[in-house]
DNA sequence: AGGAAACCGGAGCGGTGCTCCAGTTGTCAA
DNA sequence: TTGACAACTGGAGCACCGCTCCGGTTTCCT
């Protein structure tokens, strides 16, 4: 009987394929950030010099393509939320951190559009990787409503929706992206109580 | 020398040419309602029992064939902002239209996408087939300017962006599809100074 | 050293948008 | 009525896409 050094742990994985990983990964990146979420993935393997094959197998859908290459930025996004809200007072916090999200999400072309994909499929990696950070948000938006800043008929899917929404006028409109800060005054004004 | 009966007047297209014309429009609307503005064009021709040529010559974009779907329904809309505006108050008109607009956005699924995209893309026949119905609501932001009851910092531009963008929330969604009144009563709110 | 499992790459399938052109058909003048 | 020609037709064809599947190779562990 074979022993298992440490039954239920997976074995590391060989180091070809680790190294055929990070190849696609940084070659998403590039391809990614030309093209968008869209991007042809034979692109990206190509890019890699690695067969189509390789890339489905190391990551099976675009999204987990996608989440692998933005797992990194939503946790610093949810990070950020903590130490903003440590930083000053709550609805000051929750505005920079929306504004933060919107240049977030206008990283790649597409990306609001995947992002917005992501809240209703949630078998999507993405899915699960956004809900840190949506979370996080989530918590500042219940700190700015606590001082009465923020109307308490708002939802945290509200605000994800709207920022989510400006970030995907920036990314159509080119002519529109120099409006964000003032489509981002607009909307953050409708979400305060009026007097 | 032969006569031209109206030199310069287009001499009117063959029966047949009409009689399929108006059966790919037939059914690209059969189409597009069922799978969005990015249905296949392949599906259209398959259905009005046409070859793929010419649903081509007689739509030479897809642009081309959504604006002859879509040209009437502009019509209406540019013709509703005029009767909103006779018929009350002009912040109540704006308001009217603007939801009648987000309405009317989602007619066909990605449709707030693409007019968004016509935006910027001057050569689009929709882009023209929009310009009426978008002038048709800068009057009524006017008018709702000039009582005071919108900021005075609201361009047109903002409002057609804002309002597809809620649109598109609903189209990406379905989740949030309920939240459209609510999401449009907060962005309204934003437009709106502050005592 | 050797064998098994993991991994590789690309051929292949069914789909897409769009072009191009040989063949057909409607129309209008003679 | 007929003939000729422009207008129109429809689908084959090209290059691309996402995704699957599998014969051959490579790595790792014993």
């Known amino acids: 009987m074979p022993i298992e050094p440490t039954p239920g742990a997976a074995r590391a994985p060989r180091a ?24 042809s993935l ?16 190391h990551f099976p859908t675009r999204d987990a393509l996608l989440e692998a290459l933005l797992h990194r930025r939503f946790e610093l996004l949810a990070e950020r939320a903590d130490a903003l ?7 000051r916090a929750l505005a920079d951190w929306l504004y933060e999200f919107t240049l977030g999400a206008a990283a790649y072309h597409g990306l609001p559009a995947t992002l917005m994909a992501t809240l209703s499929d949630l078998e999507s ?27 308490p008929d708002v939802a945290a899917v509200d605000l994800f929706a709207l920022v989510n ?25 409708g979400l305060r109580p009026r007097e």
């Open 125 to 151: 990696p993405l899915h699960a990787a956004c809900l840190a950070m949506r979370q996080a948000g989530g918590r500042l938006l219940e700190a700015a409503q606590g001082t009465g800043d923020i109307r």
């Open 42 to 57: 034979r692109d990206v393997a190509r890019r890699a010099e690695v067969g189509l094959g390789t890339l489905y197998r």
């Open 165 to 189: 929404a400006l970030g995907w006028i920036a990314d159509q409109a080119p002519s529109l992206a120099e409006r964000r800060e003032h489509l981002f005054g607009l909307v953050m004004d």
């Open 16 to 39: 070809d394929a680790r190294r055929n990983r990070d190849r696609v990964l940084e070659a998403a990146a590039e391809v990614v950030a030309e093209q968008g979420t869209q991007a």
């Open 85 to 91: 809200a440590a930083a000053g007072p709550p609805e």
